[in-house]
């Protein structure tokens, strides 16, 4: 929570805040949003400090990257700037997804999705195509129906990187305290836009975040979006 505070202190820093404004989305199984755009500090750094260190006071508890994503991307979609950016923080690899109509051929244990990524796609977006050879559709997914577990998470949350990434926004991706080449951090890497990844320590979180505030007070005007899971739990920036 320090480190996101000291990040909305230095993006919204003097007359630049003026071009600025951040949201807040926490999630677990489901995401919420906790603040919409705003740029009063006091109000984001307070929302920021309501959010529970664990997901243990919802009936959703789990790692729900996707729905998180899909969230902040809905804040990003109602406003207009040059520059829409989201940051993305998981201290765990998602196991909450939404449900599919599409019925896809079973390799091995992992019912693959069917649609192939473009090498054209996977370079622009930044998709490894190593682990994640095909993604879904957006009118692949129930979004008016509860998330769940399957076999699918990992595909299905970088297949909502994707959209949002093909959208125009930019996306930073925080893996928190995470395994080197685990399942989260090849999902971390996939959710994130080129050169937007970066790992962090208990001890190295705060220095990311002020990288990552140092790099974007460069653009103009910008919005922004943090989402993060219950117990580190963000933001957005407009």
Not at 92 to 119: F, L, M, R
Not at 161 to 176: D, H, L, Q, V
């Amino acid at each position: 929570k320090t480190a996101a505070k000291n990040f909305t202190d230095t993006v919204l820093a003097g007359d630049y805040a003026q071009y600025v404004q951040i949201a807040v989305v926490s999630y677990s199984g489901l995401a919420k949003t906790d603040i919409a755009f705003s740029n009063d500090k006091d109000k984001i750094k307070a929302a920021i400090d309501k959010i529970p260190l664990n997901d243990s006071y919802t009936d959703n508890p789990g790692t729900n990257i996707q729905h998180g994503i899909r969230t902040a991307q809905q804040l990003l979609d109602t406003v207009s700037v040059k520059n829409e950016l989201m940051i993305v923080l998981t201290d765990g690899e998602p196991n909450y997804a939404y449900k599919n109509y599409a019925t896809y051929a079973k390799i091995s244990d992992i019912w693959a999705p069917g649609t192939q990524v473009s090498k054209s796609d996977a370079e622009a977006y930044n998709i490894d195509r190593n682990y994640f050879p095909k993604l879904y559709k957006a009118s692949d997914f129930k979004y008016d129906q509860s998330p769940k577990s399957d076999n699918n998470v990992l595909p299905k949350t970088v297949s909502e990187a994707f959209f949002a990434k093909k959208a125009g926004t930019i996306i930073y991706a925080i893996g928190y305290e995470i395994g080197v080449n685990s399942n989260e951090e090849k999902v971390m890497k996939s959710v994130a836009s080129k050169g937007k990844y970066s790992a962090a320590s208990t001890e190295g979180i705060t220095g990311v975040f002020d990288d990552i505030a140092k790099e974007i007070t460069t653009y103009t005007a910008y919005n922004a979006v943090v989402t993060d899971p219950m117990g580190a739990g963000f933001t957005d920036i407009q």
